[in-house]
């Protein structure tokens, strides 16, 4: 189901929330407005008071792209999510659009802590449940993938990461939601991509 946390104590990256303010582009005000609103951020002296390396409340942020998403439509929600490759923490080893979809459930574990300690640990290779996942199967002598997210994020946000993952390394990459499957906007906990490249 989007918009609600799986368990409590979960932080977000503030470098990551930055996407929020990049996806409004021209508009930046209006997402500043949303994450004031929501007790994320301050504005002072007509500066944003969001510091990158600190970390904030991922309930909050939460509560921000349900009333963006209730205010101002799915639209927003997706083109924030476009803007996440740019700002959040990925791996490096990131090449083509295979490996691009795969890194989005290690970035997204990088950009989160629980209790304090980070989701996931590039020197251990250990993670963290308490978020969901950004699926990745691959089909076999196909240009396809499939992605089942199970995140709180709301669906529209993820199909543009995703989107924006696979058109970083092939502009003509589509990234479909399935239909014919579960949905978080309907309650669910999943939703399905196709993403065809």
Known sequence: ?????????????????????????????????????????????????????????????????????RDLGDTSLFLTGKCIPINAKFPTWVKDVESAVKSIDIAFHMNHRKNGIDMFNPATGTMLEGIGHYGFEKIADKKVIISVCNTPYPCEFDRGIITAMANKFELRATVVHDNTKPCRKNGQDSCTYIINY
């Open 1 to 69: 189901m989007q918009f609600k946390t799986f368990e409590p104590n979960i932080e977000v990256l503030g470098q990551a929330m930055y996407s929020m303010i990049e996806g409004f582009g021209a508009f930046k005000g209006v997402a500043i407005k949303y994450l004031v609103a929501h007790g994320i951020c301050e504005k002072k002296d007509n500066e944003l008071l969001l510091d990158p390396a600190q970390w904030y409340s991922l309930d909050q942020w939460l509560q921000a792209f349900e009333k963006i998403s």
